[in-house]
């Protein structure tokens, strides 16, 4: 995979050849491939935290009728650090939520919470049939899609959701089972 330069799109989701080192990784193992999902799949959880940050500052205009100051800070820190939280426990899901495809094995990595991971991993030697998918129409418009990775026995199969470049990700992935 040698002819594969160095490529990072969409903010990092579909980075080609990166110089990301994981845990676990064997020492003559080079990352091909560093997936995540699509910037555009994370819009709803953007657009809930606005709307939640206006409706907060529309409600100060409202409380200063039924509350006290003391009441309306305490809403107001309140509401802040709930707003935080949202944000910040959305972009680490985001974030942490990383396929990773080497030279030598495929690995899907999901943290459902920030105490809860669950890594998959798949030999090249052991994968079958790679499948991608896509369907919708935003998902035609902004190319992204699942990638489905099959493998043989009782191996767990490995699905990367929603990434950008599905698949340009198989084609990669075919080549490296090629060779």
């Given at each position: 995979m040698n002819h594969l330069a160095e490529s990072h799109k969409l903010f990092h989701s579909f980075c080609i050849s990166p110089s990301t080192k994981f845990e676990g990784q064997n020492n003559d193992e080079i990352v091909i491939l560093r997936l995540r999902a699509h910037p555009v799949t994370q819009i709803?959880?953007?657009?809930?935290?606005?709307?939640?940050?206006?409706?907060?500052?529309?409600l100060n205009f409202l409380l200063p009728n039924?509350?006290?100051?003391?009441?309306?800070?305490?809403?107001?820190?309140?509401?802040?650090?709930?707003?935080?939280?949202?944000?910040?426990?959305?972009?680490?899901?985001?974030?942490?939520?990383?396929?990773?495809v080497t030279n030598e094995r495929i690995i899907d990595i999901d943290l459902s919470s920030v105490l809860y991971k669950e890594v998959t991993m798949a030999l090249l030697k052991k994968v079958e049939d790679v499948t991608s998918k896509?369907?919708?129409?935003?998902?035609?418009?902004?190319?992204?899609?699942?990638?489905?990775?099959?493998?043989?026995?009782?191996?767990?199969?490995?699905?990367?959701?929603?990434?950008?470049?599905?698949?340009?990700a198989a084609k990669i992935i075919n080549e490296l089972l090629s060779k």
């Open positions: 709803y959880w953007l657009i809930n935290t606005v709307i939640i940050t206006l409706t907060v500052i529309l039924f509350l006290e100051i003391n009441q309306i800070i305490f809403f107001n820190l309140f509401a802040i650090g709930i707003i935080f939280a949202y944000f910040w426990f959305n972009l680490i899901g985001w974030f942490f939520n990383v396929g990773i896509s369907g919708g129409f935003f998902s035609a418009v902004f190319d992204y899609g699942n990638l489905f990775v099959q493998t043989a026995g009782t191996e767990a199969n490995v699905e990367f959701i929603n990434i950008p470049k599905p698949a340009e």
